[in-house]
């Protein structure tokens, strides 16, 4: 992670304002005692800060993938990672609860074909797990993804299994809890953190 607070303080970030790519700069911004009034956010969408940020407009663009590759591509280099400033964005899976409540076995039951599929992932030879992302990168942004990026994506987002689902559940770690707490903050919205249960990982570990 680069940067002080002496040198950060002022300048003009190119960013797409309630992105992931956002909140990993307020977390970096955090990091280094600033806020987000000691800069200046220039909301863009990611494709139009690259290319104004490539033309010379701003100090910093934050971005995420594809654009970070296209970045790297042009010769430019991270200042942060999300991992390096602690801004963990977790995926959640959301089901409607009324219908969880009254039908947890289906619920469960959904749960235990995804775990299926994470089971593929963490088993799946690496090379193997490199050539079939490359394809969906592929399919998804039109754009060819070289095997070492590929390596370095894979890598930045891991999957957990049950139980390592159910350790993030952990009261004793409140890891999960203290992710959402600060996505909550960042966004402003109403805090439902009672909403989020691992009932259901329980009742498949059971």
């Known amino acids: 992670m680069a940067g002080t607070g002496g040198t950060v303080r002022g300048k003009t970030i190119l960013c797409t304002t309630g992105s992931a790519a956002h909140y990993t700069v307020h977390k970096w911004l955090k990091a280094l005692s600033l806020t987000e009034e000691d800069v200046a956010i220039k909301d863009m969408p990611p494709q139009d800060a690259l290319k104004s940020f490539l033309n010379g407009e701003g100090d ?8 970070t590759l296209e970045a790297e591509q042009h010769g ?13 964005q977790p995926t959640l899976l959301l089901a409607n609860k009324a219908f969880a409540k009254e039908h947890p076995d289906l619920v469960a039951a959904f749960l235990k074909m995804y775990f299926r599929g994470i089971t593929a992932l963490q088993e799946t030879p690496r090379e193997q797990l490199i050539q079939d992302y490359r394809a969906f990168y592929h399919a998804w ?4 993804l070289p095997p070492q990026a590929t390596a370095w994506e894979l890598a930045k987002h891991p999957v957990y299994s049950l139980e390592g689902q159910l350790m993030l ?32 990982l ?5």
């Open 202 to 206: 329980k009742k498949l570990a059971q």
């Open 169 to 200: 559940f952990d009261p004793a770690q409140k890891k999960l809890h203290t992710w959402l707490q600060e996505l909550a903050s960042f966004v402003g919205g109403k805090n439902r953190l009672s909403d989020v249960t691992d009932i259901y």
């Open 60 to 67: 910093a663009v934050a971005l995420w993938s594809p654009y």
């Open 141 to 144: 942004t039109g754009r060819n």
């Open 76 to 88: 430019l280099a991270p200042i942060t990672l999300s991992s390096q400033c602690d801004a963990s």
